[in-house]
Nanobody
Framework: QVQVVESGGGLVQAGGSLRLSCVAS????????MGWYRQAPGKQRELVAI???????IYDDSVKGRFTISRDIFKKTVYLQMNSLKPEDTAVYYC?????????WGQGTQVTVSS
């Protein structure tokens, strides 16, 4: 079973930046894909960005050009760099690891963007 823990959320003004971190309990080379999702109040959880192992990162259209997903294999960490933040980016951000068809979610970290 994979455990993931997010950190890095907070309150930021529109136009600002935040970097989220997701630390996995095992080598991310053993994990098929890791991704970031978000859920705003009253809305469904949605994909933000995903990084398949050995593959090309995929982004939701709403964050392309503003967010970047990256990883540090040695730190077993996946990052989400968020720039040019907008109030509509406000949500709880979740990290998910997928391994052998099973999904493992973190507890989430709140991101609030004020206008």
């Amino acid at each position: 079973q994979v455990q993931v823990v997010e950190s890095g959320g907070g309150l930021v003004q529109a136009g600002g930046s935040l970097r989220l971190s997701c630390v996995a309990s095992e080598s991310i080379l053993n994990i098929n894909a890791m991704g970031w999702y978000r859920q705003a109040p009253g809305k469904q959880r949605e994909l933000v960005a995903i990084m398949p192992a050995g593959g090309v990162a995929i982004y939701d259209d709403s964050v392309k050009g503003r967010f970047t997903i990256s990883r540090d294999i040695f730190k077993k960490t996946v990052y989400l760099q968020m720039n040019s933040l907008k109030p509509e980016d406000t949500a709880v951000y979740y990290c998910k690891a997928r391994k052998f068809g099973n999904d493992y979610w973190g507890q989430g970290t709140q991101v609030t963007v004020s206008s």
